[in-house]
Nanobody
């Protein structure tokens, strides 16, 4: 599967952004989807994931209550709605996909990655 992110940009603290991820292929609904991020000088970290049907999702503590992940299997799209943004949310955000929840949530090494989209939150 190929993943292409969009929607990043510059926003003031307290603002909102919505990231989108377009996935190729006819088997999109068989993948668990997620988002990771990498801030300058830091390791990549898990942000959120969503199950194949979209019925369940899970978030890192740092974004819980502020970010919402969703998917549209008919359109092969995944979204990350980011509200109440903070300067510490500044990072490159990556869309990821895998058949294995273990690889996404525990190993944090999903099989498929997009190229990333930059999110910058100014104070």
């Amino acid at each position: 599967v190929q993943l292409v992110e969009s929607g990043g940009g510059l926003v003031q603290a307290g603002g909102s952004l919505r990231l989108s991820c377009a996935a190729s292929g006819r088997t999109f609904s068989t993948y668990i989807m997620g988002w990771f991020r990498q801030a300058p000088g830091k390791e990549r970290e898990f942000v959120a994931h969503i199950t194949r049907s979209g019925g369940s999702s899970y978030y890192a503590d740092s974004v819980k209550g502020r970010f919402t992940i969703s998917r549209d299997n008919a359109k092969n799209m995944v979204y990350l709605q980011m509200n109440s943004l903070k300067p510490e949310d500044t990072a490159v955000y990556y869309c990821v996909a895998d058949f294995s929840l273990h690889r996404i949530k525990v190993l944090t090494t999903p099989s498929y990655w997009g190229q990333g989209t930059q999110v910058t939150v100014s104070s």
